[in-house]
């Protein structure tokens, strides 16, 4: 059984519609899938269930910050209907755009015009980010690609990545519980925290009530995995694994492309309902 319990849709950041990103999984084998957009469930609106693959499993990946620095947490296996998860989406939702208000004006100060109403013409639904206020960058001739948009404007510690809007670690870790699902900190090693602040942050995690990690997200090299595998079995953690998909071009995030879990961990499905 593949599962891929990290993707991502145009209800976010990513390129497919819903139907597209659940078809590609079925071409690329994935047998049980979550769409864990940035901060919305909007994909699983009017998302009809295909008869057989991919399974379909409710997630949602929450935007935070610990310790000044931006972490994510996948809320896998969550219940759509809670209450739980409808309020932190709609706290998560304005915090989006009152963050995306206060990039707008930071950008200002640097020269940049319209940039919160040049986003907001880029986004459609809940969600606005920092990868439209790059496209406003490149539209506007102040940047030459996406690319160069986040490593000098948007990127995690440039001006424009603006944090402290988001609800706390405990708070999130709260919502994802009540709905009855299963707080996972996604892709650990992204953060490029040292070992001993990782083990902090996981520390905090564990403390708020946080239960897994993600072990492989998408290609990683075998000692990424071995070090993760082994935090995971030391901590009693559950362990993910998921792609990250985004669009199809991007060829080391493309779903269910990645090494199976190593041995000995618990997979995070073993406690899905
Ligand atoms: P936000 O949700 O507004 O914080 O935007 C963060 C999203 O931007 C991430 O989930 C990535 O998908 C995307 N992103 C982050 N860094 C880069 C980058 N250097 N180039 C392209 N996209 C990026
Ligand atoms: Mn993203
Ligand atoms: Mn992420
Ligand atoms: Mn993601």
Redesign the pocket.
């Known amino acids: 059984m593949l599962y891929d319990l990290h993707s ?1 849709t145009r209800c ?2 990513g390129s497919l519609e819903p139907r597209e990103l659940l078809a590609r999984a079925v071409d690329k084998g994935v047998d049980v899938l979550a769409i864990t957009d ?2 919305t469930l909007d994909a699983y609106q009017g998302l009809v269930r295909l008869e057989g693959r991919p399974e379909l499993v409710v997630g949602i990946e929450f ?1 935070t910050q610990w310790e000044a620095t ?1 972490i ?1 947490v996948l809320g896998l296996d969550v219940d759509p209907g809670s209450e739980a998860i409808h309020a932190g989406v709609r706290y998560q939702t304005h915090a ?1 755009l009152l ?1 995306a208000r206060r990039i707008g004006e930071i950008l200002g100060k640097k020269g940049v015009p319209d940039a919160f109403a040049g986003a907001s013409a880029l986004a459609r639904g809940s ?5 439209h206020f ?1 496209r406003h960058l490149v539209n506007v001739g102040k940047a030459r690609s ?2 160069d948009a ?2 000098r404007f ?3 510690g440039k001006a424009g ?1 603006v944090k402290q809007h988001w609800a706390d670690l405990p708070q999130i870790v709260q919502w994802i519980r009540d709905a009855n699902g299963i707080p996972v900190l996604a892709h650990p090693l992204k953060y490029k925290l040292t070992r001993t602040r990782l083990k902090r942050l996981l520390a905090a995690f564990v403390a708020a009530g946080g239960q897994g990690i993600e072990v492989i997200s998408g290609q990683q090299n075998p000692q990424q995995t071995a070090s993760l595998g082994r935090l995971c079995k030391e901590l009693n953690l559950l362990a993910s694994c998921g792609s990250d998909f ?1 669009a199809p071009d991007v060829r080391w995030a493309e779903l269910g492309a990645f090494a199976p879990l190593p041995a000995g961990v618990t997979p995070v499905w073993e406690r899905f309902r």
């Open positions: 991502h976010s950041d940035h901060d935007s931006g994510h989006r963050r969600y606005i980010g920092r990868p790059a996406i690319e986040f490593r948007v990127g995690d990545d985004h």
